[in-house]
């Protein structure tokens, strides 16, 4: 069955919610989510501790097209950490010259029962 | 997270060394790095681990995975890696303890669904973990047989990777195994193919081909049988085989780690108890002979006739490479193989059956059928070099037999059993003289031992040195005539061997050429 794309929108849009409770519950503070800019999105950005955490969310509801931490390349996550730069610039009055580091959190969404999060720690 | 370490065994001919598999799963992108000096066939390993793990319902960790295998400087080669990075890589994950698996080595080739494949070589690698006084040793269980002929190891036999985990971890046996029983289409059968219905009985007259190839068999001597086509040498040849005793335990342990590495030990009888047979054929290529190949260096037809019979039928068809590696096992009872990249050494102490058509016409002058002058004759027995031909023991003619000889029935003393029976005697006769002593028959004992320990009375000498100072034998000929001397007193069942021994020793080596024609009738 193929999704619709409101179905995958919403699915993301659930394994965000789903990720920034994790992220919280770990004690760190989001600070923003879905940030765009012309070269891409972040989807949360967070403080732990005194770094700076660009999150790159992937939400699956099966491992049948691989793991989700899998989806991230190593040059996706070196734009991500563009990006959490780029962010931070354009919020210098609330973060300083925060350290940025790039996490990625994998959403396994099941059929029934609490969505698993896997929380890859600083990929750069 | 714990640092998974496994023990693997690396071959090297039919020597091993064992290799510790580590694996690390640390925090980052999911990656694979492999250290170590994998072979493609060690680095496809990750592929087959991922998908058993995955279809054996393990999680396959998805984080930067590290694993190395040590000592880094030995290449290793072959999938049996691909259980013991497994379960490294299990431990890393924390799914199995470090402890279950101390003092264990692991061998065995995953299946894409988590089945345990059969690998090669699990004899030696098993005789290397005992000697490395390491305890456990964990096999595919169709390799299960030859494993446990290892004493001193215990063998854990496992049909999957599930299966194999949780033994180790101390659970139940998983009763809803996932892996499909299939029809396993195993390696090629055995190598040495004699067929044990083959009487001696068969072949007609040659009442002195019989008598060489009973000497021997009693004696551990190379023969080359000579004559025109349809005499019946590739007869005598095939027949051979069945008049050798069985082997030894320790001998068919040696046999079969040569058969183990080479992938051609049968699931149900993985001990080799028969002395092997083989015999290839001329067009085949040298490394398939004399051993080689790819990157593992594979042992050849010589190394599987290790304790047993090689025939070279049509052997001056054989290419001149095939003649000059037989010096070294002939004279040594191994074969190295060198090249840049290693060497290997793989034990081939045969028995030579040499047999030959006098012309490459394949016809026979006796009889007009062949046409070629004497220069084309000669030079197609050369083709036999110099060196190997003066390590046969054994020369004689086949003449094509009479109609009358074809009509006349062998007696039973001619038979297979009855021979096997006499050459068993003096094979006794042997193993009671060298008891304690390492070699197994006469033309085993080097020449040193032989002049020690074996020396002939004044009179027997006397016809050697004779025949060597009259330019009929080579020094080196004088001690193999030493040897058959004592096989043939062996079989006649004398203490020691006197001047008619020695007399029928160089006949044989000359093809009755030298000495004086003893020939016994051991026809009824």
Not at chain 2, 41 to 61: G, I, K
Not at chain 2, 196 to 210: E, N, P, S, T
Not at chain 2, 275 to 298: M, Q, Y
Request: aromatic fraction near 4%; charged fraction near 25%; proline fraction near 6%.
């Amino acid at each position: 069955m193929t999704a619709t794309y409101a179905q995958r929108k919403a699915l993301g849009a659930f394994g965000e919610r789903v990720a920034a409770r994790f992220l919280t519950e770990l004690g760190m503070t989001v600070l923003d989510r879905n940030w765009r800019c012309d070269e891409g999105e972040i989807d949360i950005v967070a403080r732990d501790g005194s770094d700076l955490v660009v999150c790159e969310v992937k939400t699956r509801t099966s491992g049948r097209f691989g793991t989700p931490v899998e989806a991230v390349t190593a040059e996706k996550a070196h734009r991500l950490h563009r990006l959490g730069r780029r962010w931070a610039a354009a919020h210098r009055d609330r973060v300083g010259y925060a350290r940025v580091r790039v996490d990625v959190l994998a959403v396994t969404a099941g059929a029934r029962g609490a969505a698993e999060v896997d929380h890859v720690i600083a990929v750069v | 997270m714990p640092t998974g370490m496994t023990l693997c065994v690396a071959l090297d001919g039919v020597t091993g060394r064992v290799v510790t598999v580590e694996a690390d799963v640390s925090n980052g992108l999911p990656g694979w790095s492999l250290s170590g000096m994998p072979d493609p066939s060690v680095t496809t390993a990750r592929d087959r681990c991922r998908a058993a793990l995955v279809n054996s319902r393990f999680r396959w960790p998805d984080r930067r995975l590290t694993v190395a295998l040590y000592p880094p400087d030995l290449p290793k080669v072959g999938s049996h890696y691909d259980l013991a990075i497994g379960l490294a890589l299990l431990v890393a994950d924390g799914r199995l303890t470090c402890e279950s698996l101390r003092r264990t080595v692991v061998l065995g080739e995953l299946g894409l669904d988590g089945r345990l494949r059969p690998v090669a070589g699990v004899l030696p690698a098993a005789i290397t973990a005992a000697s490395a006084g390491l305890t456990r040793l964990i096999v595919p269980e169709s390799n299960a047989g030859e494993a446990r002929l290892v004493p001193g190891i215990d063998v854990l036999a496992v049909r999957s990777l599930r299966e194999c985990v949780a033994l180790l971890a101390g659970d139940e046996p998983p009763v809803d195994d996932l892996v499909v029983p299939v029809t396993e289409f195993d390696s090629a059968g055995p190598a040495w193919g004699f067929v044990d219905d083959r009487d001696l009985l068969d072949v007609r007259g040659q009442v002195q081909a019989r008598w060489c190839v009973e000497v021997a068999a009693a004696g551990g001597h190379h023969v080359f049988l000579e004559g025109p086509p349809g005499a019946g040498k590739t007869m005598l040849a095939e027949r051979f085989a069945p008049l050798l005793p069985d082997l030894s335990l320790e001998e068919a342990i040696e046999v079969s780690t040569i058969h183990s590495v080479a992938g051609l030990l049968p699931r149900d009888c993985p001990l080799v108890r028969r002395p092997p047979f083989l015999a290839p054929h001329h067009n085949d290529t040298v490394p398939s002979v004399i051993g080689g190949g790819g990157k593992t260096i594979r042992p050849g037809a010589i190394s599987l006739a290790h304790r047993g019979v090689l025939f070279l039928d049509e052997a001056p068809e054989f290419r001149p490479t095939v003649h000059d590696a037989l010096r070294q096992p002939l004279e040594g009872g191994f074969i190295s193989i060198r090249r840049a990249e290693g060497a290997a050494t793989f034990p081939a102490r045969f028995q030579l059956i040499l047999a030959a058509n006098p012309c490459a016409c394949g016809g026979d002058a006796a009889n007009a059928t062949c046409g070629c002058d004497a220069t084309k004759r000669r030079r197609y027995g050369q083709r036999i070099s110099g060196p190997v031909r003066d390590r046969i023991d054994i020369k004689h003619t086949v003449l094509p037999v009479s109609t009358a000889e074809m009509l006349q029935p062998i007696g039973q003393t001619g038979s297979t059993t009855a021979v096997r029976e006499r050459v068993c005697e003096a094979r006794d006769r042997q193993a009671h003289r060298f008891l304690d002593l390492p070699w197994i028959t006469n033309a085993d004992v080097p020449v040193v031992e032989l002049r020690q320990r074996c020396p002939l009375d004044a009179e027997a000498a006397r016809v050697v040195e004779v025949a060597v100072a009259s330019g009929w034998l080579t020094q080196r000929g004088a001690d193999r005539v030493v040897r058959m001397a004592w096989t043939l007193a062996d079989l006649a069942g004398a203490q020691r061997p006197g001047k008619p021994h020695t007399l029928e020793a160089l006949h044989l080596r000359t093809d009755g050429t030298h000495g004086e024609s003893l020939r016994r009738a051991q026809v009824a």
